[in-house]
């Protein structure tokens, strides 16, 4: 139990592309969904909180305008990474919080590279 | 700043020996702590949480948590190569959404 689904895994594209990244829970209600980014050699850093049919979160730092999240069902969240650059080159990882429960289960990650 | 520590490792083992991965905490307020492996070029993968002070045992994990001293740990028994990944841990608040902090992860290598 408790699988949660990312596509894409990987995507190259040219600078100034926008990309959207999708993160499902496949066999359970996530009410709450996270997104993180992760650079080679360093941790998690999240990024946003997304509850169902509500605004996402956005931690300190992190660009609302250029990370579009969307967290339209209990099962499905989108990050759109608009007009991305080549530092925004990095692994994209979704989690999933089960209502009512604590731990966060994580999605198999989007390695992004903006050429 | 809340922060969780880990000791970056690597940390090499032996085949069939104890790991020992430890994590310390500052923040006083955190509730819930949460051991992750994550293999190289993937998703970190859930293997223990804990709740309350003591230890916590599932088949060769076994998860120690210190409130007054601010600090877990994850013993991994009879050790294997598969075992080989960064083992992260993570510290949440709880809260209506659970946010977790992560550490920088401590690299363990099993020898065959």
């Known amino acids: 139990g408790a699988v949660v689904s990312q596509h894409p895994s990987w995507v190259i594209c040219k600078s100034g592309t926008s990309v959207k990244i999708e993160c499902r829970s496949l066999?359970?209600?996530?009410?709450?969904m996270f997104w993180y980014r992760q650079f080679p050699k360093q941790s998690l850093m999240l990024m946003a909180t997304?509850?169902?049919?509500?605004?996402?979160?956005?931690e300190q730092g992190v660009e609302k305008d250029k990370f579009l999240i969307n967290h339209a069902s209990l099962t499905l969240s989108t990050l759109t990474v608009t007009s991305a650059h080549p530092e925004d080159s990095s692994f994209y990882i979704c989690?999933?919080?089960?209502?009512?429960?604590?731990?966060?289960?994580f999605g198999d990650g989007t390695r992004l590279s903006i050429l | 700043q809340k922060e969780v520590e880990q000791n970056s490792g690597p940390l090499s083992v032996p085949e069939g020996a104890i790991a020992s991965l430890n994590c310390t905490y500052s923040?006083?307020?955190?509730?819930?702590f949460f051991w992750y492996r994550q293999y190289s070029g993937k998703s970190p993968e859930l293997i223990m949480s804990?709740?309350?002070?003591g230890d916590k045992e599932d088949g060769r994990f076994t998860a120690q948590l210190n409130k007054a001293s601010q600090y877990v740990s994850l013993l991994i028994r009879d050790s294997q190569p598969s075992d080989s990944a960064t083992y992260l841990c993570?510290?949440?608040?709880?809260?209506?959404?659970?946010?977790?902090?992560f550490g920088k992860g401590t690299l363990l290598t099993v020898n065959p």
């Open positions: 989690s999933a919080r089960a209502t009512g429960e604590q731990p966060q289960h």
């Open positions: 066999d359970f209600q996530a009410t709450t």
């Open positions: 997304s509850n169902e049919g509500s605004k996402a979160t956005y």
């Open positions: 923040d006083r307020g955190s509730q819930s």
């Open positions: 804990i709740y309350s002070n």
């Open positions: 993570a510290a949440s608040r709880g809260g209506s959404n659970y946010k977790l902090t």
